[in-house]
């Protein structure tokens, strides 16, 4: 076995999640937080339901005060062509908390046939933990 192949994987798993993953962990209430890192009005557009819109620009200790330190945050954004779920969770990491950046953003969650929220909602499999 190469030890250094394994030890990719496991920090890739470590550090990522898929629309698969946060979906069973919302169904589940396993404290999984879902953030968006988007500007405000793309969120109002359409989101993963029961996500918290916290846009990176925005991160501070003052914006993320109420946020539980003890929980992981999933961050996400558009999709693999935008750069906010890096940039969220780079910033919530470095203020102590715990994070994984959800692979392919709203967009994958969408072709995974997920429903979403907002003024531009889509149906979908629903998440049904009442978030």
């Known amino acids: 076995m190469d030890m250094d192949q394994l030890l990719h994987f496991q920090k890739k798993l470590a550090y990522e999640i898929d629309s698969w993953d946060v979906y ?7 404290g999984l937080v879902v953030i ?7 969120y109002a557009r359409e ?11 925005e991160i501070c200790v003052n914006t993320t005060a109420d946020l539980d330190k003890s929980k992981v945050y999933a961050c996400y954004c558009d999709g693999i062509g935008c750069n906010a779920s890096t940039k ?7 203020l102590g908390f715990k ?4 692979m392919g953003g709203l967009d994958w969650w969408k072709r995974d046939g997920y ?3 907002g003024a531009e909602a889509r149906p979908g499999t629903a998440i049904e933990c009442g978030c």
């Open 88 to 94: 969220t969770a780079l910033k919530l990491l470095t």
């Open 24 to 30: 069973v962990a919302l169904q589940n209430n396993e």
């Open 36 to 42: 968006d890192g988007r500007s405000a009005s793309a």
């Open 115 to 117: 429903a979403t929220a």
């Open 99 to 102: 994070v994984k950046e959800l």
């Open 47 to 57: 989101h993963i339901p029961g996500a918290v819109n916290l846009p990176h620009r």
